[in-house]
Nanobody, 120 residues
Framework: QVRLMESGGGLVQTGGSLRLSCAVS????????GGWYRQAPGKQRESVAN???????DYADSVKGRFTITRDNAQNATYLQMNSLRPEDTAVYSC??????????????WGQGTQVTVSS
């Protein structure tokens, strides 16, 4: 069974930075897309950033220029660098994997999630 384990969440002030990490338990990750999703209280889960197996990326408009997704296929891991954080970025962030671009309908594997809280 493939497991995804996030780390790096926490509490940060507005304008601060956090780096989320996702460790994948299988080398299958090297041939599939990865991504980060988030869900705030009372809101639907939304895609934040995706990265193909080859390194092409896509971002939600709300995080473009502030967040950067990367991956390390040798380590079966993906990362989300979050800068200039805003209170509206507060959510549970989950790592995902599956499909050519890790869009929601293609996701096969989900992590448990890590809380990110941005104080004003």
């Amino acid at each position: 069974q493939v497991r995804l384990m996030e780390s790096g969440g926490g509490l940060v002030q507005t304008g601060g930075s956090l780096r989320l990490s996702c460790a994948v338990s299988s080398s299958i990750f090297s041939v599939t897309a990865g991504g980060w999703y988030r869900q705030a209280p009372g809101k639907q889960r939304e895609s934040v950033a995706n990265i193909t197996s080859g390194g092409d990326t896509d971002y939600a408009d709300s995080v473009k220029g502030r967040f950067t997704i990367t991956r390390d296929n040798a380590q079966n891991a993906t990362y989300l660098q979050m800068n200039s954080l805003r209170p509206e970025d507060t959510a549970v962030y989950s790592c995902a994997a599956g499909g050519p671009m890790c869009v929601a309908d293609d996701v096969v594997y989900w992590g448990q999630g890590t809380q990110v809280t941005v104080s004003s």
